[in-house]
C-alpha cells in the first residue's frame, strides 16, 4: 500500500475525549491529506499538507487539526470528540500537487 | 466548481459478463478523472486516470474508461467481470492546475455473482 500506516486501524472512544490519529509514509512524498469516509457520501477532505510545517483546509475540516513536523509524519487531532465524527478516516500521499493520491487502509473511529 | 455524479449506487453481473459503471461529472476548468477501487477493509487503489490525453484511458485489471466531453461522462468498463472485481468503485474529478483538490462520487458497489 504505498508505504503508507495507518495507527491505530480501529479505536473505540468517548464523546468529549482528545483523539489523535497518526500518518506514517516511506515514500518521502511532499504532499498528505486526511479524508472522511462515509455512506452515501464518498470520501472528504478534512485538511492536507504540503510541506513540513505547511497545512490547509478541507471542505470539513471543523472540529478537527493537523499537525506535520517531518516530512513521514501526518496528525489529525479531533480535540474534542463527537458522535458525528464516527467514521472511517483514510491518509493519502501524492509526490506532487497533480499526481495521483496513494491512500492507506484507514483508521474506523468510533465516538460513544 | 467542480461536482461527480455516480448514476448507480449498486450494480450486479454475472461473472462473464461486461462491467458498465456511470459516471457523469462537472468541471467549471479543464478536468482530470480518475476511477479508484476499494476492497472491504482497504484503502482506495487508482484504476486509471484520465488527464487530457487520449481519451479512452486503459487501467489495470482490464479496465478501461472513456471521456466524452459533450456528454460530460467518464464510464468504466470491463468486457468480462471475475469475481474478485467485486468491489465499491469511486469517480473522482479534479481540474488541471487545481492541485489535488479532488472531488468525490458517493461510490458504485459492484456485486459479480457466479
Known amino acids: 500500500d504505498a508505504g503508507i500506516t495507518q495507527s491505530p486501524r480501529h479505536k473505540v472512544t468517548e464523546t468529549g475525549t482528545p483523539v489523535t490519529l497518526r500518518c506514517h509514509q516511506t515514500?518521502?512524498?511532499?504532499?498528505m491529506y486526511w479524508y472522511r469516509q462515509d455512506p452515501g457520501h464518498g470520501l472528504r477532505l478534512i485538511h492536507y499538507?504540503?510541506?513540513?510545517?505547511?497545512?490547509d483546509k478541507g471542505e470539513v475540516s471543523d472540529g478537527y487539526s493537523v499537525s506535520r513536523s517531518k516530512t513521514e509524519d501526518f496528525l489529525l487531532t479531533l480535540e474534542s470528540a463527537t458522535s458525528s465524527q464516527t467514521s472511517v478516516y483514510f491518509c493519502?500521499?501524492?509526490?506532487?500537487?497533480?499526481?495521483?493520491?496513494?491512500f492507506g487502509n484507514g483508521t474506523r473511529l468510533t465516538v460513544t | 466548481a467542480q461536482s461527480v455524479t455516480q448514476l448507480d449506487s449498486h450494480v450486479s453481473v454475472s461473472e462473464g459478463t461486461p462491467v458498465l459503471l456511470r459516471c457523469n461529472y462537472s468541471s467549471s476548468y479543464s478536468p482530470s478523472l480518475f476511477w479508484y477501487v476499494q476492497h472491504p477493509n482497504k484503502g482506495l487503489q487508482l484504476l486509471l486516470k484520465y488527464t487530457s490525453a487520449a481519451t479512452l484511458v486503459k487501467g489495470i485489471n482490464g479496465f478501461e474508461a472513456e471521456f466524452k466531453k459533450s456528454e460530460t461522462s467518464f464510464h468504466l468498463t470491463k468486457p468480462s467481470a471475475h469475481m474478485s472485481d467485486a468491489a465499491e468503485y469511486f469517480c473522482v474529478v479534479t481540474y488541471t492546475g487545481g492541485g489535488n483538490k479532488l472531488t468525490f462520487g458517493t461510490g458504485t458497489q459492484l456485486k459479480v455473482e457466479l
Open positions: 499538507s504540503y510541506g513540513v510545517k505547511d497545512t
Open positions: 515514500e518521502n512524498h511532499r504532499y
Open positions: 493519502a500521499i501524492s509526490e506532487t500537487g497533480s499526481s495521483p493520491l496513494h
